[in-house]
């Protein structure tokens, strides 16, 4: 049961414009998330993250926008650059419970290309 | 140092080798992570080490063994390894684990080592 769910494996987006990534999830215990990009062969690198007292975090082109109600997370990229070209993870984690309760659950990725 | 560092970057080994995988940190992380990842897959967690304890192992094969020396470095000890374990292996750490202070959780990835068994 995928409780983080990227429902789009991939998305094209031209250059200088905006790319938008959505994650879903299921566990309304979820109350952080946090957005990760990843090149070939390389770990992930943290991208930017949101509580779920916010439904807003912004960090310089890159925002997230939380919709609880929906249970929908989506990351704005503008404007979108080549080097913005990786595949994005959405994660999430319950701050309740104790130990594998509070582990970091992963959705599937969304590669994205940015065209020149 | 905002680094994590992994050795080797890639390796091949045979079903009978013995290898290890090592991982380093300077910058104070009290918790580290091995994950293992397939291509075009997320990170799958195997082990979490919180101040030095093992404190989460997600049903792994004793075929992989885990080991922290000390605060600042984690080891991954291969033997016996099937074709089916070829995988990025990926160390992460974060300031601490499991508290809920979820801001403090956020994980830190190495550039993870690419292991071949053949």
């Known amino acids: 049961d995928q409780q983080v769910k990227q429902n789009s494996p991939s998305l094209s987006v031209q250059e200088g414009r905006i790319s938008i990534l959505n994650c879903d999830y299921t566990?309304?215990?979820?109350?952080?998330f946090l957005w990760y990009k990843k090149y070939p062969a390389e770990g992930p690198t943290f991208l930017i993250s949101?509580?779920?007292i916010k439904d807003k975090n912004e960090d310089g082109r890159f925002t997230v926008f939380l919709n609880k109600s929906a249970k929908h997370l989506s990351l704005h990229i503008v404007p979108s650059q080549p080097g913005d070209s990786a595949v994005y993870f959405c994660?999430?984690?319950?701050?309740w419970g104790a130990g594998n309760n509070r582990k970091l659950i992963w959705g599937l990725g969304t590669s994205l290309a940015v065209n020149p | 140092d905002t680094e994590v560092t992994q050795t080797p970057k890639h390796l091949v080994m045979g079903m009978t080798n013995k290898k290890s995988l090592k991982c380093e940190q300077h910058?104070?992380?009290?918790?580290m992570y091995w994950y293992k990842q397939k291509a075009k897959k997320p990170p799958e967690l195997m082990f979490v080490?919180?101040?030095?304890?093992?404190?989460i192992n997600e049903s792994v094969p004793s075929r992989f063994s885990p080991e922290c020396p000390n605060s600042s470095l984690l080891n991954l000890h291969l033997h016996a390894l099937q074709p089916e374990d070829s995988a990025l292996y990926l160390c992460a750490s974060s300031l601490i684990a499991g508290t809920g202070a979820s801001a403090n959780e956020k994980l830190f990835f190495g550039s993870g080592t690419q292991l071949s068994v053949l």
């Open positions: 949101i509580s779920s």
């Open positions: 994660a999430a984690r319950s701050s």
């Open positions: 080490y919180s101040y030095e304890k093992l404190s």
């Open positions: 910058m104070g992380h009290r918790a």
């Open positions: 566990n309304s215990m979820f109350d952080y």
